[in-house]
């Protein structure tokens, strides 16, 4: 079985779920163009969630993928969170803002709940994706039970073997390149995480469900070569950037759309850990990757202030620009036609 | 023209210029097999430039290619180098060897001369690669003189663009996944270094002449991917590695060989500048890059007798294990017949 079959898409293309730029719009528009929309669910309330899956309910007929972060939750750390915001304060000051270290107990992002799975029980979503490893066997037993197919990211041969001992329907090989959060779990080594190219085959060889490229893809070009490479399908997340159906803010749009997008770098300054961003002053200053920021998810709301005045002045020194390796393929293009130019010809698809 | 007829070879396939692993009697082997092999010059006195040219003529006829760095000398640096002496003594009284500061003194690994070209003018070689840009505009010249076509790496987009503004016949982009040292001339900044997925498309859009991918490449698959990604031809370095014909140490074949393959890094430890190697205790203990490491190439000799003391005692804690990161091509088979399996289709070549 291919993995359009298996995810009875039309398209081998995924839409990669991104936390806070992506919701029902850009999935909707994903899921209606052939390819698999997903929502990224980490950020989302109870409330939101259930409204955002209402929405795709009501606006597609064609399968959908929900993705959940299955991080610890973190063990609060005083003397690190202190050091922290030490460290900070000085950026804090010069905004003329208060650093409160309480605003480091808001974890931001959440892990998926027992009660985020009732939520989804309503909705039935076919689709469900996990980054930083999988929820604890009963709450995927209670997610697989309405027939979802579930899907995961490795970095590693080693997490791959592992996803597949769990029994994952397919994995995402995610290559360095790759925008936003590593999806490691098994080790924090970022020495371990190889780019696409290495990574793909390596776990193609190692494991016997269908793999999804992810990393470094911008186009058509790069769908094919990954199928080349023995993947069944990609995940794209970084060219969708641009689309107007996607959330992402102007001034993260006007980053992308800059010079300064061809030099990103993996930095865990902006949640806790590590996730590819384009370089900006935060990471130039204090990283890109700094063993005192706290705990993920901590370290988002520990600069959250900061980030909120600094962009409320049109600047983006303490944002998480998050973007891979290859803006190339970012088009200010409605989300369906760039899904529709991510394979040379439908009729092969 | 495509990059056969450019070069006059068989495949698109050229074997890395890998200095201290690699000599004639690689290059020939892969040359006879109808790829392009690859003499690493940067290590060779003029005399022995000399007997492995005269080697290569007497055992080939078909086109090869020669590889020189091109790297500015280095300035001394006397509190650098000091400081580094300093950092690395407890290793050297570790092993009762006497840490002797005038051994930084010693280049080991040379840039091209215009006696090496004096050299090369008595041979003629059909293709001259370059590493670290390009000779002065005069020396380029004269290696022009005898029909030799130029190569030269790029690790970003804008070295692309200086190499072709230069009159280079082919552009080699080196993705980060590539084992040895970085090919980085423009910048010194290793966040603008992108994997071979989102390097290769986006030199190949910015250039017009052959594009040759370098980085993660390691079997038939790999190179059939990359030419989906618009590249003319592949370089291929450590699948090279375990060849008969290589000159890769038998610790450092027991390395390839080994899970620790799996986890390297882009170190400046053993040379001065950015190459990637499998990680090692030094890397782990002083890096794996240290910005007081003495200026390419100085650091190399700068740990010289602490390299050969523990490698007399069966220890790599301070050998460069240069490797890529993907070392599943690293096959024990004659490089002939590694060559040809990098092409699906002898046919189709």
């Known amino acids: 079985m291919n993995l359009q079959q298996l995810l009875r898409i039309q ?3 995924i839409q990669a779920p991104m936390a806070g730029v992506a919701g029902s719009e850009l999935a909707i528009a994903v899921c209606n163009a052939g390819g698999l929309g997903s929502l990224p669910c980490a ?15 009501k606006h597609t007929t064609c399968p959908f993928n929900v993705n959940f972060f299955c991080h610890a ?8 969170e202190e ?41 039935e979503p076919p689709v469900v994706s996990f ?23 490795a970095t590693t041969v080693e997490e791959a073997l592992w996803l597949q001992a769990k029994g994952v329907d397919a994995i995402i090989a995610q290559g360095l390149e790759a925008g936003g ?25 190692a494991v016997k469900v269908p793999v999804i490229a992810a990393g470094g893809i911008a186009d058509a070009n790069g769908v094919a070569a990954a199928l080349v490479l023995g993947a069944a399908g990609v995940q794209i997340g970084t060219a969708y950037l641009l689309c107007p159906e996607a959330k992402t803010s102007n001034l993260h749009r006007a980053a992308l759309k800059s010079d300064a997008a061809n030099v990103t770098a993996v930095t ?10 384009i370089v900006n002053r935060l990471m130039r200053e204090l990283g890109p990757c700094n063993v005192i920021a706290p705990a993920f998810p901590l370290a988002a709301t520990a600069i959250a202030p900061l980030r ?25 293009v409605p989300a369906a036609m760039l899904t529709k130019s991510f394979v040379h010809s439908l009729n092969e698809a």
Chains 1, 2 share one sequence.
């Open 131 to 153: 980054h930083f490893g999988l929820p604890p066997a009963d709450m995927l037993a209670k997610v697989r039970s309405w027939g979802a197919k579930i899907l995961s990211s």
């Open 83 to 123: 050091a922290w915001r030490a460290t900070v304060s000085p950026y804090f000051d010069e905004y003329g803002i208060i650093n409160d270290v309480a605003s480091i107990s808001t974890p931001g992002r959440l892990s998926i709940s027992w009660e985020a799975v009732e939520v989804l029980a309503e909705f």
């Open 181 to 205: 959060h590593r999806g490691m779990f098994l080790s924090d080594d970022l020495n371990a995480q190889a780019g696409t190219f290495a990574l793909v085959p390596q776990i193609v060889r």
């Open 308 to 332: 909120r005045k600094a962009e409320s002045q049109g600047s983006t020194d303490f944002s998480p620009l998050w973007a891979g390796q290859n803006v190339s393929g970012c088009k200010e």
């Open 11 to 13: 398209l081998p293309i």
């Open 268 to 277: 865990n300054l902006f949640s806790g850990r590590p996730a590819r961003a």
């Open 73 to 80: 939750e973190p063990e609060p750390n005083s003397s690190r």
């Open 43 to 57: 950020t989302l309330s109870l409330d939101v969630l259930r409204q955002e899956l209402q929405l795709i309910r």
